[in-house]
T-cell receptor, first 113, second 110 residues
């Protein structure tokens, strides 16, 4: 596609539930990133994929968070047993690889009630 | 963790004036980027400056980088109401991920 697509744009879930957030990167972009942004803060790095593998998952806050990119294109961020503190905008970005700028999606606003 | 820190946190100017925002960081970097964000959603990449560059221009944007002071500035000339947004710097410590600061909220008053 022309840009990075994230779905859903908004998600409200109850505490303790499982959620999946999807990111469809720009076609041909090998690098994919997930960031989380809380209100009034800058984006915080979660995980980086190069192709199908997670090259760096050091930003995942705990083992409730997991992300996959099985075919090197679409990625899914999975959050188990959601907590109210998980409420944030989850941003996905892709790049052709190397030290160049990212293209970000519009994000998924997750609200845990 | 967040490495970059923008200053000021908020800036309000009249249309037509220039807006300057600064970014300071802590460790050595290879590149520094500036992004713009409207309404807390997707970020738009504005400009990337490499550590061996001192200044870069793109339209009404001018970015400087001083690696000895570990700081960068973003200048927007002849501001417009449509420039109202939050602006973030992002630096790379290692690998390919970038670390963002907390941003400067710019308001341009028509």
């Amino acid at each position: 596609g022309a840009g990075v697509s994230q779905t859903p744009s908004n998600k409200v879930t109850e505490k303790g539930k499982y959620v999946e957030l999807r990111c469809d990167p720009i076609s041909g972009h090998t690098a994919l990133y997930w960031y989380r942004q809380s209100l009034g803060q800058g984006p915080e790095f979660l995980i980086y994929f190069q192709g199908t593998g997670a090259a760096d998952d050091s930003g995942l806050p705990n083992d409730r968070f997991f992300a996959v990119r099985p075919e090197g294109s679409v990625s899914t961020l999975k959050i188990q047993r959601t907590e109210r503190g998980d409420s944030a905008v989850y941003l996905c970005a892709s790049s052709p690889g190397g030290r160049v700028g990212y293209t970000f999606g519009s994000g998924t606003r997750l609200t845990v009630v | 963790s967040q490495q970059g820190e923008e200053d000021p946190q908020a800036l309000s100017i009249q249309e037509g004036e220039n807006a300057t925002m600064n970014c300071s960081y802590k460790t050595s970097i290879n590149n520094l980027q500036w992004y713009r964000q409207n309404s807390g959603r997707g970020l738009v990449h504005l400009i990337l400056i490499r550590s061996n560059e001192r200044e870069k221009h793109s339209g009404r944007l001018r970015v400087t980088l001083d690696t000895s002071k570990k700081s960068s500035s973003l200048l927007i000339t002849a501001s417009r109401a449509a420039d109202t947004a939050s602006y973030f710097c992002a630096t790379d410590e290692s690998g390919n991920q970038f670390y963002f600061g907390t941003g400067t909220s710019l308001t341009v008053i028509p």
